[in-house]
């Protein structure tokens, strides 16, 4: 077995026997809206054919008694233990061209000594290429189409794509740090940050996972399978459409965040135009998030 202080390869493997030229990062961070990480990732290793060739030694860097993983408990004795894991796949897609997937949880310790070592196997198994997908939360409407904000380590990998965000600060993420490094070292590495409803944010939204798999095949070239995860997505919009339905106060909600959105949109495409001419008179931020979280609370509820 090859190893190193932090993590090893499965006994009998060769790096030079598991190269791939793509890495997907999904470490189930700080934010993963629509929980739009967790279905992409579940999807490929149920309908992709996999192996684990490398795991980390999180006793090291998990603090247990913040995320305390779960015991089953039998009338009188205990029977299993859900261990964290955090493990490297190697992937094949519908062609067979093999991809990585580094999945599991995310470290609440060292997290520099474990960016070094992404990057040490990405160099070992010949990786050109990483990503990374999840979904944020975003004043939208669900009524009109999932937008994407597009980072990179260089601009031309996003393809000139225009994002919403000026400069502004965020909580850190360990996936945000091993891009931010990458960047640093001169690798590419590309990143979709998936814009979900943030009256949405807390439920499961497979449209949003389908939104993250397209951008990923688009910029690797493999060939996902999409369908029963397409079928999904159309589950549960169909499903969303019923639930909302003759629901006024969401009406109300969705009507002003559909104003705001088409604003934007129109005033994306008049970039020429001075502001104060797509000006509108729409609610402030707050007053939505007001009415957000009221009908979040209304879901609890029910």
Known sequence: MQTNDIYSYRDGLAPEDAQASVML?????????????????EHILSRHDHEVIASFDVDGLIDYRSRRPMLTFESDRYTSYAAPSLELHRVYDLDGTPFLMLTGVEPDYQWEKVVAAVQRIGDELGVTLTVLAHGIPMGVPHTRPIGVTAHATDPSLTGGAQSPFGKVMVPGSLEGLIELRLGKAGKDAIGYSVHVPHYLAQMPMPQASVVALDRIAGATGLRIDRRELAQAAAQAEAGLREELSGREDVAEVVAALEQQYDAYAGAQERRSLPAAEVETDLPTADEIAAEAEAFLRTLDEE
Do not use: M, P, S
């Open 25 to 41: 990062i999904a470490l189930g961070g700080f934010v993963d809206a629509g929980h739009t990480q967790r279905l992409l990732v």
